[in-house]
């Protein structure tokens, strides 16, 4: 076992991870580490079996090599009668597993699942242990939470997003209310109260119980947009800040020569700024989950009178492709169904594609990931949240070497 935390050894675990190894596990601990001291790492079938029967964990990580190996374990686990107590289990797997880790939840096999390699939703597992460990605990300890838990976030949205939060404290309290109101109304003689009871029963209650649901579902959707426009509004302030940006790549270069220093001395041999041009009208698809990073790519783009077309997800866009020629591809690395890579290793198979020029997009800074997604053919990469310039340069480069397929 490895021990963590000095205390480690000496508390009930709340949380058990088990797995082969941590090398790959260090971004889950971390969080793990940032919810609760009381954490243990398991490795082999007899400790796991005892730690299980002298602590009963209430949250367990299944993270083996694979979904089958934590199936297996989990399985035996059971059978041995070891998991008869009340507990969450949560399977980490692989992104090329997330589906059968879905199935896995929807045939309630665990309680939640995430995808740690790559590890690119570190908030969805955060909000995936916090609610488990206050479900396991009966309080809500959101309030331990410290600000550097959740990024940064601009003060308007964060006003806003505990408005919304209270509204939904609100709602439910006003339903209680109402509901005890009703409870408490009484009938004149037996008729009349057989009858009011006959109509709370068949009508009132199931009414109360439909707009609850239907209330406090709109809240959480709108609570979860919210709290998803945090990096969204990033990129979105990336795009629609920057001041003067010309139309075109030579036309930015023209002014930066007019922004240069007036008593900056000229070469003579300095060529002369290029006259503006205005950019070829290409065929552009955006494969991009992130709907306001989309909407401002696809802006931009269509401000310089191309044609476009857009995907959100790998899967859709290996569809689109198989049956359309496009000129050039700007390509999100995490998305759902199918990543940026496997969605080009896709699409490098269609004998109209294996040229086609693509641009990635990603907030990954992980080199040897870039380097493997490049190997199999990017004509460049840009880092989210990008600055409209660089998209017009990217659109330059590849019109300066690519012939336009129509």
Known sequence: MTGNSPNHAQRRPQVIIICDNTDELTG?????????????????????????????????????????????????????????????????????????????????????????????????????????????????????????????????????????????????????????????????????????????????????AQLEHQLTSSVELLKSQLKDKQVSLAELSALLTEKRVPRSVSAAQMQSAKEAPATAPKSESAAQPAKPEVPKKMRILVVEDNEIYREMLLKILREEDHITEYATTGLEAVKLLKKKKFDMVFMDLFMPELDGYNTTKNIRTFKHCKTLPIIALSTNRNKELIRKWASLGLMGYITKPSTKLAILKAIDKVQGSYNTAH
């Open 28 to 208: 889950v601990i971390e969080i793990v580490e940032a919810h609760t001291d009381a954490y243990r790492t398991v490795f082999h079938w007899e400790e796991t079996a005892e730690l299980i029967v002298e602590t009963n964990p209430p949250i367990i990580l299944m993270a083996k090599n694979d979904v089958a190996g934590s199936i297996e374990i989990y399985t035996e686990l059971s059978k041995q009668g070891l998991l008869n107590y009340p507990h969450k289990n949560i399977l980490l797997c692989e992104n090329k597993e997330s589906g059968i880790a879905f199935k896995c939840c929807m045939k309630d096999i665990f309680s939640d699942y995430f995808v740690h390699k790559p590890m690119y939703e570190n908030y969805r597992f955060r909000m995936i242990l916090h609610n488990a460990l206050n479900q396991v605990s009966g309080s809500n300890k959101s309030a331990q939470l410290q600000e550097a838990h959740f990024g940064k976030i601009d003060d308007k949205l964060r006003v806003l997003i505990d408005d919304v939060a209270q509204y939904r404290a609100k709602t439910e309290d006003n339903f209680a209310q109402t509901r005890d109101e009703i409870a408490k109304q009484q009938g004149h003689n037996d008729v009349q109260k057989q009858m009011l009871e006959q109509l709370k029963e068949q009508h009132i209650n199931p009414l109360m």
